[in-house]
């Protein structure tokens, strides 16, 4: 961390000015999941906020859009977002993860940063899940596709066609509802586990 982002700011001065004077690529740096990329002279990240592949949000000045989904803001928005603050509670834990103190503010409680940071690991969590069932998904759409081209109608036998029907059950089983939760059926059965 740099020094100098060390500090203390008096009560008369207003928290957000403080976080202003911190670049907006070293806040994204220090709570972004992905890694920040450099396209065309523009540092781009992959938004955490929508399912994103390639990286849709960019940098202006001190201020970030996605491209993808429309959201827009500064440093304090993308952290407020990120694990669900209020803009005031976004603005003291950046002072506090940059070595900033704020008078007469009170920093913000162990209970606090614990319950932030399982937020983090949670939507961690849940993007890796998603990234996992996305990735079995085109799997065994990509194999029954594959076993379709290589294999002639007349010719199935019984072991290449129980393969494919399980190969379709499993995609079957993979479904995405409106709401954005994921069933995935676990036990043939008819069960759906919800995540």
């Known amino acids: 961390m740099s020094n100098s982002y060390m500090g203390i700011i008096s ?10 004077e911190i670049p907006l690529r070293e806040i994204f740096k ?30 202006k000045g001190d201020r970030f859009h996605c491209f993808g989904c429309g959201t827009s803001g500064d440093g304090v928005d ?25 008078e007469r503010d009170k920093p913000l409680s162990r209970e606090q940063r614990a319950e932030i940071r399982e937020r983090q690991e949670r939507r961690e ?33 019984d072991e290449t066609m129980e393969l494919l029907i ?14 954005g939760k994921i069933f995935i059926l676990l036990d043939g059965g008819g069960t759906y586990g919800t995540y």
Not at 30 to 58: I, M, Q
Not at 86 to 94: D, G, N, S, V, Y
Not at 126 to 154: H, T, Y
């Open 30 to 59: 220090r709570y972004s999941p992905n890694p920040l990329t450099l396209r065309a002279g523009k540092l781009w990240v992959v938004c955490p906020f929508h399912e994103d592949k390639n990286p849709s949000l960019s940098f």
């Open 11 to 20: 009560g008369n001065q207003d928290v957000f000015k403080l976080i202003r």
């Open 78 to 102: 993308f952290v407020a977002k990120l694990y669900g603050l209020t803009a005031l509670e976004a603005a003291r834990l950046i002072a506090s993860d940059f070595g900033l103190a704020v």
């Open 166 to 179: 399980n190969l379709e059950h499993l995609i079957d089983a993979i479904i995405t509802e409106d709401d």
């Open 125 to 157: 969590l849940e993007r890796a899940w998603k990234q996992g069932v996305d990735s079995l998904f085109r799997m065994a759409c990509d194999m029954r596709d594959n076993l379709l081209q290589m294999i002639k109608p007349e010719t199935v036998d």
